[in-house]
């Protein structure tokens, strides 16, 4: 579409011998002193501008942007490319394989369901560890990973070859955000517009939330929904508030013993603190030239830990030089430069943007951490870690010592006590693509193998790199015969551990566990740790650093002192301590420089997309539209656009509803969304059974997305979710009050509420829906019949996905809570304002009112969180994907 160019910001720029068309943002006054990742979104703003959904007062709103102002100005941003992970994926696919059959029935052209922006997936979420600790693990676990996702796979080749602009990274490759950064963001695109090639700066938006990791290339781009993916690729621009931006300056260097993990946790807990959801973080100050490329892509991956909606690097001779390393061409990095300079985008550290809010660290202060035991942000510095540790563990029902039982594995017998390290492992996207802290972690295995440590024998360890190039500069140093006596054997490249991938433990160890409820620890060089998150026979899990994920293992308890408390003994009896065997930075740096080359990326990217003979090899259907598989229990047809007419029905109050779940705070997408494996006896797995799938074939609920059947039946399944409609009962139970209140299943229960048309609510807490961009937590929602829910803040990607899934998020009035308003979930609920929407804006408040079961009602005004016109456009339509379709149909 051409621009309106009202600025006349359209020019030229030439790089060697070529020529591009671009936007100059210096043409529009105050552009100059604005952040970088605003200047970013203002060049969005002027290449797109229409008249209609961008203009010319967005684009001065924008460049004359208040820094000191509360968010009120929405403007349209158009990203340049989507990239999703196989779990967001697939749905996404699903979805845009229903909506060709749906536009056909409104007499559209199915061919306009097609990417309209270079989308991009890598298959990482599927590959669990089955196998460990022996050397054809990685071979096996990928094995296991065809059979178990074959009609997946299949499905996805399908995509690859029906739509255009669409591209996958078979299996086997390594982890999406690793993969993005290494390969394929631009930084700066090219794209060929009525002939002519434009240059404009790479932004990308992902199905999963760790999409920041891009953040320290200088790429802007966030996690969302797969909901709003899914629109990003058919053009629909991602509709959003001017945001506030908080310079965070960084000074000094990392000092010797520390991490660019124990920085990322550091700044989490800051962050955190200084609360910033909503907000988009900028690194900035004379100390960002001292920080390596990959460490700052390690701080961008933590952005939704932090809450920010970003946390960007500019770019500065740092980022070309990555860029160089890893094999992009000299005239792509010449036009980065370039660009990045004519645009007044580049890095200069003597010149301050204006903030709205202002952070500061010195690197020098670092100290190692880990966090835990259940959050990213609740940071423990590891010389307390033993302390806190005891502390913490109470929590758990540990009182007093620490109990020990007698078990064995392995052939060999041992006391696993409370506090015991079961999982460490070597895993995510966050850590595994940082040279600094991958290599370190080898060279400590290296010097305990030649001190004569072990690892203790009820550690279940693992090493899952991000990329083939981690692999390769492991050989290439020597370290793989050192790792592989600690038992970390190569199991795979993918997110594994920390998406709940763990894989079972050695079935010895996990009824030691279970019989005796003792409460064992994971440690893991990840990102995330929430509740029943890893492995559901672990209660307690910490984030580390990749040696210290080692340590750990070596130390095989967390009630332990690095200090004091030595990790074995050498040769001649002498202990051996930590300090020991950590390897000096300087050393580790050496070796980095002298293993890792230009020549393993070109090599291990050259045919990215080509994949092995396993996935050449697959059975793939052919063919504009999807032959479905009535018998697929992987996937099915979506049910969202059943019966959906040309024209939206109109928006109706909500009469009579009833509270399926009343959760309380820090409900997370974990909690609602289904994730890790499928238990027998939950009607997930009853379904499964019923369709003749064996148990030992029931996979997780991330590799059936997109079988909606499934997903319904496994929302709000967690094992740890707690629904106060229940006393002391864990999991996805609730009371089912047209059985009298008896208590059920949500789904069962969801179920009966169907039977007889009434709509039903969910009461929560502050944050709810944070954590992963999990577009399932919306779309079971809607599934279950959950018509609005009603909480005391919400997570930015989930609130906008249960817009964009027709669900209505409401607010409590500030200060209030369902307990303070002496709501306790069993009243009958209405809402009066919605039907305002038909006639207008979205307005500020609703009338919501619940009647007990003895009469008496108590009113509020629940705050309405439609907060743009164009998330109450995708509500009138009862979704973004109903709105995008019959946008396309017409």
């Excluded at 970088?36 to 010319?56: I, M, P, W």
Aim: with cysteine; glycine share 10%; net charge negative.
């Amino acid at each position: 579409m051409a621009s309106a160019d009202t600025f006349g910001a359209k020019g030229e720029l030439n790089v060697g011998d070529k020529s591009y068309e671009i936007f100059r943002i210096g043409q529009v006054e105050g552009s100059q002193s604005l952040p970088y990742s605003l200047k970013v979104l203002l060049e969005n703003l002027l290449r797109t501008e229409d008249g209609a959904n961008v203009t010319q007062d967005h684009i001065t709103a924008l460049a004359q942007w208040d820094e000191n102002a509360e968010p009120d100005t929405e403007i349209q941003f158009t990203p340049a490319r989507v990239i999703m992970q196989d779990f967001t994926g697939v749905p996404c696919i699903v979805d845009l394989a229903t909506m060709r059959e749906a536009v056909e029935n409104l007499g559209g052209d199915p061919d306009k369901i097609n990417p309209l922006a270079p989308a991009e997936m890598v298959i990482d979420h599927s590959v669990q560890i089955d196998v460990f600790g022996q050397r054809d693990a990685f071979e096996r676990n990928v094995e296991f990973e065809y059979q178990r996702n074959e009609e997946r796979y299949q499905f996805l080749r399908w995509g690859q070859t029906a739509f255009d602009d669409f591209k996958v990274v078979p299996p086997g490759t390594g982890i999406v955000h690793q993969v993005n950064i290494e390969h394929l963001a631009r930084v700066t695109m090219t794209r060929e517009v009525d002939g002519v090639t434009r240059a404009y700066p790479d932004t990308c938006v992902g199905t999963d939330s760790h999409t920041t990791m891009e953040n320290g290339l200088g790429v802007l781009g966030w996690g969302v929904g797969g909901i709003e993916a899914e629109a990003a690729m058919l053009g629909q621009p991602i509709s959003m508030l001017i945001p506030r931006v908080v310079g965070f300056k960084l000074t000094g260097q990392i000092p010797q013993g520390a991490t660019a993990t124990d920085v990322v946790l550091t700044i989490t807990e800051m962050l955190r603190d200084h609360g910033v959801v909503g907000k988009f973080v900028e690194f900035y100050g004379e100390g960002v030239a001292a920080v390596p490329l990959a460490n700052r892509a390690t701080i961008g991956n933590m952005s939704p830990e932090f809450g920010s909606t970003c946390a960007i690097f500019p770019i500065d001779e740092v980022t070309l030089d990555y860029l160089r390393l890893t094999g992009r061409s000299d005239e792509q990095v010449a036009l980065v430069e370039a660009y990045a300079k004519e645009q007044g985008m580049w890095h200069d550290a003597s010149t301050e943007a204006r903030y709205s809010e202002y952070l500061e660290l010195d690197l020098s202060a670092v100290v190692p951490s880990i966090a835990g035991p259940k959050r990213p942000q609740d940071r423990i510095v590891v010389t307390e870690a033993k302390q806190q540790f005891a502390l913490d563990v109470k929590n758990y029902g540990v009182e007093g010592d620490l109990r020990e039982v007698e078990t064995s594995y392995d052939g060999e017998s041992f006391g696993l006590k409370d506090g015991a390290v079961v999982i460490a492992s070597i895993t995510s996207c966050t850590n595994t693509s940082n040279p600094s802290v991958m290599m370190a972690a080898a060279m400590l295995a290296k010097n305990a193998v030649e001190k004569g440590l072990s690892v203790k024998p009820w550690v279940k360890t693992s090493m899952a790199p991000g990329s083939k190039v981690v692999t390769e500069y492991y050989e290439k140093a020597g370290m793989w015969p050192y790792l592989e006596k600690l038992k970390y054997h190569l199991v795979g490249y993918g997110c594994t551990t920390c998406i709940g991938n763990s894989g079972p433990l050695p079935e010895e160890i996990s009824q030691t566990v279970q019989e005796n409820d003792l409460t064992v620890v994971s440690v893991l060089s990840g990102n995330r740790n929430f509740e029943g998150r890893i492995n559901p026979d672990v209660k307690m899990n910490y984030l580390a650093s990749p040696p210290l994920v080692i340590a750990y293992a070596l130390a095989g308890t967390m009630d332990f002192d690095f200090d004091t408390d030595p990790l074995g003994q050498d040769e001649s009896g002498n202990d051996v301590f930590l300090g020991d065997i950590w390897p000096d930075p300087a050393d580790v740096q050496r070796v980095i420089d002298e293993t890792i080359s230009k020549e393993m990326f070109t090599s291990k990217y050259s045919d990215v997309f080509a994949g092995d003979e396993r996935w050449k090899n697959l059975d793939t259907p052919e063919g504009a539209t999807f032959a479905w598989d009535d018998d697929s229990t992987y996937v099915r047809k979506a049910p969202f656009f059943d019966g959906m007419g040309k024209e939206p029905e109109p928006v109706e109050d909500i009469t009579g509803a009833r509270v399926l779940a009343l959760l309380g705070d820090s409900v997370t997408t974990d909690h609602i969304s289904p994730a890790g494996a499928i238990k027998a006896d939950s009607p997930a797995g009853q379904y499964l059974a019923d369709n003749g799938v064996e148990k030992k074939d029931f996979n997780s609920y991330g590799s059936r997305r997109g079988n909606h059947e499934v997903m319904v039946r496994g929302t709000f399944a967690n094992i740890r979710l707690k629904n106060l409609l229940l006393d002391d009962v864990e999991g996805g139970y609730t009371r089912d009050f047209t059985n009298g209140g008896e208590q059920t299943s949500i789904y069962e229960a969801s179920e009966s509420y169907a039977k007889e048309g009434t709509p039903l609510v969910v009461l929560g807490g502050k944050e709810y829906g944070s954590g992963s961009s999990r577009d399932w937590a919306a779309k079971g929602t809607r599934l279950l019949g959950v018509k609005a829910v009603i909480a005391e803040s919400f997570e930015r990607i989930h609130r906008s996905n249960l817009i964009g899934m027709g669900v209505v998020p409401l607010q409590f009035p500030k200060g209030e809570n369902a307990a303070s308003l002496g709501l306790n979930g069993t009243e009958t609920y209405s809402i009066e304002g919605l039907a305002a929407l038909n006639d207008g804006p979205a307005p500020k408040t609703v009338k919501v009112t619940a009647t007990s079961e003895d009469g008496e009602t108590t009113e509020f005004d629940a705050v309405m969180r439609i907060d743009t016109p164009g998330e109450a456009d995708y509500f009138r339509n009862d979704g973004i994907l109903q709105y995008v379709l019959r946008s396309l149909a017409s």
